[in-house]
């Protein structure tokens, strides 16, 4: 069973930063890609970034692109999300996941969630 804790968020304003962190335990985390999730009220559970089993590779949404960055540390079985540039449409509770079919951007790709934290960009 795997369990993973995200932390990090909080209300920002615009054009502020947070860094999401999310925790991993009880699989091998350093083997399955993971990523980055985030939904706002109302709306549908949309895909933020992706990062490889070894970080070598990385993929955004359109819409966070030059703004967040993904990274992960297998030896501390975390990966992180540096969101820079904040915006209010970014105001969302954000997600991390993990896969044991490689990079997608499709929820249904991914096999464990965390609870997911609250990020709050006020204008």
């Known amino acids: 069973q795997v369990q993973l804790v995200e932390s990090g968020g909080g209300l920002v304003q615009a054009g502020g930063s947070l860094r999401l962190s999310c925790a991993a335990s009880g699989h091998t985390f350093s083997r399955y890609a993971m990523a980055w999730f985030r939904q706002a009220p109302g709306k549908e559970r949309d895909f933020v970034a992706t990062?490889?089993?070894?970080?070598?590779?990385?993929y955004y949404a359109d819409s966070v692109k030059g703004r967040f960055t993904i990274s992960r540390d297998n030896a501390k079985n975390t990966v992180y999300l540096q969101m820079n540039s904040l915006k209010p449409e970014d105001t969302a509770v954000y997600y991390c996941a993990l896969g044991t079919t490689g990079l997608s951007v499709s929820t249904g790709r991914y096999d464990y969630w965390g609870q997911g934290t609250q990020v709050t960009v006020s204008s």
């Open positions: 990062i490889s089993w070894s970080g070598g590779s990385t």
